[in-house]
């Protein structure tokens, strides 16, 4: 079982930045897409970004323009750079794998990291 460990999350104001980071117990590298997702409150989880092993990414129109997905598999980590936030991304930010065979996330759901924008 992989841990995935998110953090980089805190209390920002409407149009700053935060980087998170999501730290990967084992290899990465043979996981064709890794992805980042959010929660907030008394609302469903929500796919947010996505990067696949040769790089290609893709957003939710939500965040498009804001935020960029990135990963290093030389590290295991994934990241989310965060940038022009509005108090609408507060929320608990979650990394996973995603199997492309059933469009699954492959793992059990860490803590997440929180993520609380001030207007």
């Known amino acids: 079982q992989v841990q995935l460990v998110e953090s980089g999350g805190g209390l920002v104001q409407a149009g700053g930045s935060l980087r998170l980071s999501c730290a990967a117990s084992?290899?990465?590298?043979?996981?064709?897409?890794m992805v980042w997702y959010r929660q907030a409150p008394g609302k469903q989880r929500e796919l947010v970004a996505v990067v696949t092993r040769g790089g290609t990414t893709n957003y939710a129109d939500s965040v498009k323009g804001r935020f960029t997905i990135s990963r290093d598999n030389a590290k295991n980590t994934v990241y989310l750079q965060m940038n022009s936030l509005k108090p609408e991304d507060t929320a608990v930010y979650y990394c996973n794998a995603k199997s492309p065979a059933t469009n699954t996330v492959i793992y059990a759901w860490g803590q997440g990291t929180q993520v609380t924008v001030s207007s």
């Open positions: 084992r290899n990465i590298s043979s996981y064709n897409a």
